[in-house]
């Protein structure tokens, strides 16, 4: 455990980039995964999966 702190919590500006690379990587992960659940729910009622009926591709 020591060694965990030694190597990324010891100095203020280390924590900082720890706990901001940290958010951004929980945000990304969140939101793709919120966007599948969200695209798996509502399949064959979006605009991207109906769009063939309405729109005639050239």
Same mark, same amino acid.
Request: proline share 0%.
């Given at each position: 455990?020591? +060694?965990?702190?030694?190597?990324? %919590?010891?100095?203020?500006?280390?924590?900082?980039?720890?706990? %901001? +690379?940290?958010? %951004?990587? %929980?945000?990304? +992960?969140?939101?793709?995964?919120?966007? @599948?659940? #969200?695209?798996?729910?509502?399949?064959?009622?979006? #605009? @991207?999966?109906?769009?063939?009926?309405?729109?005639?591709?050239?």
């Amino acid at each position: 455990m020591s +060694a965990l702190y030694n190597a990324l %919590f010891r100095r203020n500006y280390q924590m900082l980039g720890v706990v %901001f +690379a940290g958010a %951004f990587v %929980f945000e990304m +992960a969140y939101d793709t995964g919120m966007n @599948k659940i #969200w695209d798996n729910m509502n399949r064959g009622r979006q #605009w @991207k999966d109906i769009r063939h009926r309405y729109v005639d591709e050239e």
